[in-house]
């Protein structure tokens, strides 16, 4: 019996602001059908969890299947796969935005749950969002004890490893800004930063003057626009500015560049984009030390899921913009109740 | 016999244009006299050549003596120095905007003029401006053979030693962006770049782009603002700014970030501010290249000398913001017919 697939289509352009709506909106909804017949070299999916990343809004190119990261499970698998997946194994895959997905073997990565970690870890804390985290953090903000440490996005999956991260390296104050009273409360009492800044107070740069009596020696940028200048000008001699990621700026239909840039000079800034990609090959490591700090509770993670099945996942993606958010935002398109054999493992 | 010195005094605060008149302009003509008596610990130099440099207008802070640097001649020697130095001694100081100095020995460094070289150049290539290319391209640019290099305010005095720099170090293009018809065949015919492109054509940023058919790798900027911006939408993977300056915005009341700012993550840049004086460990290495490329003609010198005495400070100033020079921009306070020895040693 051919399967009942549904998807969401990237089909109009946003105008700048994603539109969440299904009738004429920025995504369609699609059914297409899985034909019984597995291709050999093939294995099929049932996706459970969508990840949401800021990282998104650029991938709004082509007009076919939203792209996009997700936790699934192994329903069937070909004739030519039976030794490396069997029905029932967790993958991590770009299989965008449906319900069922065919998988070439390299495209579908199995997830291997280290003990006192959770298949989802594999899209948080051990997966895109983690190692961003981690190699930002450390390969280009290179926190030294004793440093004073600023993430922004900090209660965003990213952010929150990453402020998790610069304390287990020793940093002498880390501080976060988040955009509610919430977050802030939960970086804090949660996570151990010592400071939190909601940016969306009046005083927010008072606030991060008092929270930054050092100034700041390294900068986790996730947000861009004005925060980054604001951080721009308490900017320590020597820092490094570790550029992740700018959502402030990307549903901007004119993007700003930070004002207080002169102080790249004066305070001899390092300010260095990257994209995890391309630290492809020291992942092995970084997960093995991410999993350790996970398992000693040096690092908590945390999950906002969205529930509402796919039809949620645009909406979700709008609440991600406006930063609903605590920690790694996933759509839930099928509940692990749901999931073969899911209750011995999840 | 006392000498009567006349110096320009940072007076009014600029708003925000520097005003060159000498009645409550920015700055005013005030005279002092030197008593006869030298103090043991001093030497009394006379001011040749002022050195004009973009950073001065970060200089207008405290309201006394223009602080400048400047190629003077000893006149005098107080008892405790004469083992140090002679009458007729040329040294470079940051002397101020006056025509006389009393200096004391670290306020005076002798100049060392290396075989085909000559007393100005420690103010040019063999001084802060050639120091400042040196660094900012080797230690900051790291161009390697078969790079494209592209440099603002190339016909500046950093500027033009910066992209010839990048030359001696095997750059597969240099390009040069500057103010002029003028400028830019200054730098394609006498200073060997590979291209240059006058910014006040209509079509630069087309010319830009055709100038960088690999992109660019290597960005070394003095100006900032919209050239700053150009740059970082034509940047390479992994290339390297190294920020020098941003004379497009010292004057402005409302500085500007670069728009383009998001190019620093998708293309990995690293943009890193520097100040010479960082790496003042490194100058006698930095020295002996630059005067060793001086003497070979690997890299050329170029002058631009206002006349005019000391009341013409002001003004070219407000020229060198304005793009007037070809070079490095000095003030001749006092020829060098007047100077001692003088035709023997200039």
Redesign the interface.
């Known amino acids: 019996m051919a399967i009942s697939n549904r998807q969401l289509i990237y089909a109009n352009t946003p105008s700048p602001a994603i539109d969440p709506s299904l009738t004429n909106g920025t995504f369609k909804l699609n059914t297409t059908s899985i034909p019984d017949q597995i291709p050999n070299d093939k294995v099929l999916v049932r996706v459970h969890y969508l990840s949401l990343d800021p990282a998104m809004r650029q991938w709004l190119t082509a007009k076919r299947v939203m792209r996009g990261q997700s936790i699934a499970q192994v329903i069937a698998v070909g004739s030519g796969l039976q030794s490396q997946y069997k029905v029932g194994d967790w993958v991590v895959a770009y299989s965008g935005w449906q319900e069922y997905c065919l998988l070439g073997p390299k495209e579908a990565q199995k997830v291997v749950v280290p003990p006192g970690c959770q298949p989802t870890d594999a899209m948080s804390v051990l997966g895109m969002t983690g190692l961003t985290a981690y190699f930002g953090m450390i390969e280009v903000g290179q926190p030294k004890p004793g440093d004073t440490v600023v993430v922004s996005g900090a209660a965003g999956a990213t952010g929150m490893v990453a402020g998790q991260i610069a304390k287990v390296k020793g940093a002498k104050r880390v501080v976060g800004i988040a955009g509610s009273a919430d977050k802030c409360e939960f970086l804090v009492k949660e996570l151990g930063f010592d400071a939190a800044i909601n940016y969306k107070d009046k005083d927010w740069k008072k606030q991060l003057k008092e929270a930054t009596p050092e100034y700041i020696d390294v900068y986790f940028d996730n947000v861009?626009g004005e925060i980054l200048?604001a951080c721009l000008a308490r900017a320590q001699k020597d820092s490094r500015f570790a550029?992740?990621?700018?959502i402030s700026?990307y549903n901007s239909a004119?993007?700003?560049?930070?004002?207080?840039?002169?102080?790249?000079?004066?305070?001899?800034?390092?300010?260095?984009?990257?994209?995890v990609f391309?630290y492809a090959k020291k992942y092995d490591i970084a997960l093995k030390d991410l999993s350790t700090w996970l398992t000693q509770g040096k690092i908590k993670r945390k999950e906002h899921i969205i529930r509402g099945g796919l039809e949620a996942a645009p909406q979700g993606l709008v609440s991600l913009y406006e930063g609903a958010n605590t920690g790694k935002m996933m759509v839930e398109v099928a509940p692990v109740s749901e999931a073969i054999g899911a209750k011995a493992k999840l």
């Open positions: 861009g200048d550029i992740c990621g700018a700026q004119k993007p700003q560049g930070p004002a207080s840039f002169m102080n790249v000079i004066s305070q001899r800034i390092t300010m260095k984009g990257f994209i391309d």
